[in-house]
């Protein structure tokens, strides 16, 4: 029953590859703008909490949609990215970045929660021994988020996994290219004779799911007994 | 090297204004919560920008708001010990250790790291993450990463407020080796009584923002006029040396000219010690005591009768270089004539020895 065929082979691998993608190129905007929102005060904090924010409510089309604006071949953002070799529209790098929009506003709470249960007397002290801002940040702050930003990680690669609508309304569902794991689900049960595939690859979805929640367990766990609690 | 303090800084209907120097030597900054303590040593540490002030190390500028000059606290090289330890949780206590040690770079003079276990006995634990150290063993772990980051100036908000009496037991004498042991300035702020009659060997008296008195320990804490360690532990602190030791079992010690006796010390001839006599155990008298079992009784003046709220009165007595603190009645006060000038007899009923 498990015998996948190269298409759905094929859907698996580009699934795993969008999300690992999408989840490596937010961390490090994710991890800045947690930091933002959860130490700085600056004009249009709550407009920037508000945009990151916006994946989560709006319908997933529409966020489609509004990369589709942004980033088509022919919009503006679009068009000066092409000019430098950097294309989105139709390919899985569209599927990556729609993924990384949609997963991120749930790497940012989960980063921002546990920057912000951070002792800031902590990165003081660190101050006073000879550290700079930078240096405190990588030497205290990173290091005493890790488990947050492990949990965002994860949970934003699950939710890179899962994507559908934005994915599908930016970049179609182009077998071998963006066709990822629900995209392939959902082409299976459109056609007769169909679900047996379909099944194969929920099945899959499923194992997969579990795999990355255990994962993420397993190393907050490990994490948390390093960093100890004070 | 000196620290120089001169602020000002208005807060919340606070208003601080203070001034003090603090010399190599242990500097306590004694007041109650809320005369601007705490304040006073964040501003000297960086981590609060004062409206006004100056504040200077042997000479270098750390803050002259008049020049528009702070240097940023991570620059100021200091070693910072504060109340509750502050160690670095993810870090073991090694790593908390040289934390400070590897900002101040290849070219920093000061302690090494077995120098640093060694005086304040945590080799033991330097495996060891914080979570698996006591109160006391966190506390001497903070004292030794702020002294290995090689600082010209120690900071020390209440470090043993957190304590019970048997860890405070357990760190004092680290703490007084280090005052002996490291020429820093060390600035510390307590309202513990105790502490400050043990460590202090200049006192600067906070009250309300202002700097009430301020000078070397054995000058403010027999100030009858202060009395910063309470009506129960006012008295002088003297500094003795031993001069030897009688075959029925006593040690002769000098303090500032004039001969002590005390149950014997297991000190050698030579050595110092610091005493600390509590004003109510000074009786004056205004002829030599004869027939009188205290074997303590030293000739000297009054230099000033401050009379308190209620039956009680303070007097100053200078005999030799020492200064002593006697509380006795205003009746006494009144019979006997205390007055400045006078010659009178300090009986000591008791002397206790701050360093053992």
């Known amino acids: 029953m498990l015998d996948l065929g190269p298409e759905e082979w094929t859907a698996v691998r580009l699934s795993l590859q969008v999300a690992a993608w999408a989840t490596l190129a937010s961390l490090p905007p994710g991890i800045l703008v947690a930091v933002a929102l959860a130490r700085w005060s600056f004009p249009g904090k709550q407009l ?5 924010h916006l994946p989560l409510i709006l319908p997933p089309v529409v966020t489609g949609y509004l990369l589709l604006l942004t980033f088509g071949t022919n919009a503006p953002v679009g068009a000066a ?3 430098i070799g950097i294309v989105f529209a139709f390919r899985w790098t569209g599927a990556a970045l ?3 929009v949609m997963a991120f506003p749930l790497m940012v709470r989960a980063i921002r929660l546990s920057v912000e249960a951070i002792d800031p007397r902590l990165e003081e002290a660190a101050a006073t021994l000879g550290a700079s801002r930078g240096w405190v940040f990588l030497t205290v702050t990173l290091p005493l988020a890790l488990p947050g930003i492990l949990a965002g990680a994860v949970l934003a690669f699950a939710k890179a996994m899962g994507e559908f609508g934005a994915t599908i309304t930016f970049v179609s569902n182009i077998p071998g290219q963006t066709q990822t794991l629900p995209s392939a689900i959902y082409t299976f049960l459109q056609v007769p004779g169909g679900e047996d595939a379909a099944l194969r690859l929920v099945l899959i979805s499923v194992a997969l799911a579990m795999g990355a929640l255990l994962l993420s367990e397993v190393l907050a766990r490990r994490v948390a007994r390093r960093v100890g609690a004070a | 090297m000196t620290l120089e ?4 800084h208005r807060f919340g209907g606070f208003d601080l204004d203070v001034a003090f120097e603090a010399p190599p030597g242990l500097t306590v900054l004694f007041g109650r919560s809320g005369s601007g303590k705490t304040t006073v040593i964040n501003a000297v540490a960086g981590l609060l920008r004062p409206q006004a002030g100056r504040i200077a190390v042997g000479g270098e500028v750390l803050l002259d708001t008049a020049r528009g000059l702070s240097v940023p606290v991570h620059r100021r090289r200091l070693g910072y010990v504060f109340q509750e330890g502050r160690l670095f949780p993810h870090l073991t206590v090694r790593q908390n250790l040289l934390y400070g040690r590897w900002f101040a770079g290849a070219g920093a003079t000061g302690p090494t790291l077995d120098e640093v276990t060694d005086l304040l006995g945590i080799g033991p634990l330097l495996d060891r993450r914080p979570a698996r150290l006591s109160g006391g063993e966190k506390q001497r772990v903070a004292i030794g990463r702020a002294l290995l980051a090689a600082p010209r100036l120690v900071l020390a908000d209440e470090p043993l407020a957190a304590l019970d009496a048997a860890r405070k037991a357990e760190i004092l004498p680290y703490l007084e080796r280090l ?5 820093l300035p060390i600035l510390y702020v307590s309202h513990a009584p105790a502490e400050v009659a043990r460590l202090a ?7 309300a923002g202002r700097v009430l008195l301020t000078g070397p320990a054995a000058e403010v804490l027999s100030d009858p006029g202060v009395t910063p360690l309470g009506p129960r532990a006012a008295g002088a602190v003297l500094s003795a040396r031993v001069s030897g030791h009688t075959e029925d079992g006593l040690t002769e010690l000098d303090a500032g000219g004039q001969t002590l006796l005390l149950p014997r010390l297991p000190r050698a001839p030579g050595e110092t010690v610091r005493l600390h006599v509590r004003a109510q155990d000074v009786m004056l008298a205004v002829e030599e005591p004869r027939g009188i079992s205290a074997l303590n ?5 009054v230099a000033e009768v401050r009379m308190g709220d209620g039956p009680g009165a303070l007097v100053q007595v200078t005999t030799g270089e020492a200064r002593l603190l006697a509380r006795v009645t205003q009746r006494s006060v009144t019979t006997l004539a205390l007055a400045p000038g006078r010659p009178v007899f300090a009986v000591l009923k008791a002397v206790s020895v701050e360093k053992d």
């Open chain 1, 98 to 100: 729609a993924a990384a």
């Open chain 2, 179 to 183: 005052r002996d042991e490291m020429r």
């Open chain 1, 48 to 52: 920037l909490n508000g945009l990151v």
């Open chain 1, 81 to 83: 990215l092409k000019e």
């Open chain 2, 297 to 301: 009784v030293l000739p000297g003046t």
């Open chain 2, 5 to 8: 303090v001169a602020l000002r």
């Open chain 2, 201 to 207: 060997t200049t006192v600067v008296v906070l009250e």
